[in-house]
């Protein structure tokens, strides 16, 4: 189940207009309070967050999206700061959304923004912003696009979004990020064989965390092994391993190297254009359809849909008849 | 995510009208092969599908559909087939849809539908069928609702549907069921507490199986106290607890009892109108959709969706903008 985007607002009152535009003008200064804002508009689904979507627009398309999976307990919070840490050490603009429910930095963002990212709360080139599953069970809330675009377009060069690897969240993160990280660690008592089938097709990069520990290897060899078994076509990306430390920001710099290598291959093979369109058109889809689901939910005070639904319960219409009924009236 | 209904087709050959309505009338007849080709029809997206469903459109409404769900280990099959052989007692027809894959009923209907329940091999009043996942891991086939349909028109008097109460499936269930029975069992080393959290609001009936086993006491008062706290309104059903031993065939008179009370509640409050309509919708709802999906993705050998999530994958377009296009084209 896919949470839905808020209905297109219709109405564009003419002084809204020239806020969004400051708005947006002001995020692409760097101003960390006016990205806040934007975010909280696609957040909240404000009457402006069309107008706040076609402002951003234009500068879109530049950061790199980096998933970050795993089962709680891997070290993923951890990871994921130190992993900040590294990319500023090159001087990139990094925004986080964490939408991991586990995670120390969502579930309250007064809260939980702070917590452990301390490192980086003083640095105007992090934006740090944790994002409500809106009862989405472990997946990802239905504005975490909206809120990559504002990032994005806010002129970070790498956007992380931090989730929890269950159900189906680790393969959503895999359909909105360019690469995925899947976050594994010896010692959790489940290894790579109990793991979720999915996370073999998900990765583009595989990290071994809490590598000091006893196990680590083994690790590695089952997971080597396990992703050979995949039938990858000729070309084709081979997802590499990575050892870390990330309590003690070892092997981050490796990572951030097979990043790099992936957004590489990426633009190379033509699949980051496929991979964005293919998300692009899932947006656009999805919007649309919830669009004609309040159409059809409730015309003139009364609902269509509700009518054929009882006809149909009723066996005097099948559905199949009521749907065509339904495209009908369009 | 959920499994799209194949798209309605369009032709229908007059001599295929006759053979449906043939079809039809053997299975209410009473004629096994008949049946299992109608879900075979329904199953495999025949192009007849839409023609089927017409066709047994009137004679649908009449089964009560019972879900059954639980972790793997319950003993959810043994009380499937113990369940069975109570309803045979009082005479009625039963229909049993599996969809379980960890059921040995599912996962191939030629070897699954005959093991464990051998014992209603013979018995031409019970249609056994289990229904492929399709992929869509431990969630219900979007076939399900359409073989339910069959089963219904078949003339069973109760459908019963048996699923694994992993992630979405056990919610969906509740959708497709008019009561649903939850399988809990003593011993399973998980208890209540990390029971999923859904558990607690799908249940109408809630069965304690193995209550010979150590800890069926505790897990019968531990389930109520936490029944006990979920908010219902005046006059709303109040899910019961009945312990049952299925492998000796104990205490399914008593879920029977409570399954006839419960269709009862729906009925007089109101409640089964208002599952059926809602479900209808869902199926209605559905189909449209999916025929737009069709639509959109290939118009005249282009697609306009494509189109347009390049415009928006490039920035040259917003989401919204795009689905508005979308729309505007219908």
Request: proline fraction near 5%; charge should be negative.
């Amino acid at each position: 189940m896919v949470e839905e985007p808020a209905p297109a607002s219709i109405s564009r009152p003419r002084r809204d207009t020239g806020d969004v535009g400051r708005l947006v003008g002001r995020a692409r200064d760097g101003d960390p309070r006016a990205v806040a804002r934007l975010i909280s508009l696609v957040e909240d689904e404000s009457p402006l967050l069309r107008e706040v979507t076609a402002a951003l627009a234009p500068y879109t398309g530049h950061a790199s999206i980096v998933g970050i999976t795993g089962s709680p307990g891997v070290g993923k919070s951890t990871s994921t700061s130190a992993l900040v840490g590294e990319l500023r050490k090159a001087g990139r603009r990094v925004g986080v959304l964490a939408v991991d429910p586990s995670s120390p930095f969502s579930g309250g963002a007064l809260l939980g923004d702070r917590v452990r990212m301390q490192d980086h709360a003083l640095d105007r080139d992090v934006y740090i912003r944790s994002m409500a599953s809106r009862g989405h069970l472990g997946g990802l809330a239905w504005s975490t696009p909206q809120a990559i675009r504002v990032l994005d377009a806010a002129g970070c060069d790498v956007v992380l979004i931090e989730t929890v690897g269950v159900g189906q969240s680790e393969v959503e993160i895999a359909g909105l990020a360019d690469t995925t990280l899947v976050l594994i660690a010896p010692g959790m008592g489940d290894g790579i064989q109990a793991a979720k089938a999915g996370i073999l097709e998900i990765g583009d990069v595989y990290v071994i965390n809490k590598a000091d520990r006893d196990g680590a290897d083994t690790l590695r060899r089952e997971l080597r092994s396990m992703l050979a078994l995949a039938d990858r076509p000729e070309g084709g990306w081979r997802p590499p391993i990575v050892k870390t430390i990330a309590s003690k920001s070892e092997g981050l710099d490796e990572v951030v190297a097979e990043i790099d290598r992936h957004q590489g291959w990426l633009v190379s093979s033509g699949e980051l254009e496929a991979r964005r369109t293919r998300r692009a058109r899932g947006e656009v889809e999805s919007i649309a359809l919830t669009a004609l689901r309040a159409r059809w939910g409730d015309v003139h005070g009364r609902s269509e849909l509700d009518d054929l639904a009882r006809q149909v319960a009723a066996g005097e219409s099948d559905p199949y008849a009521a749907a065509e009924t339904l495209l009908a009236e369009l």
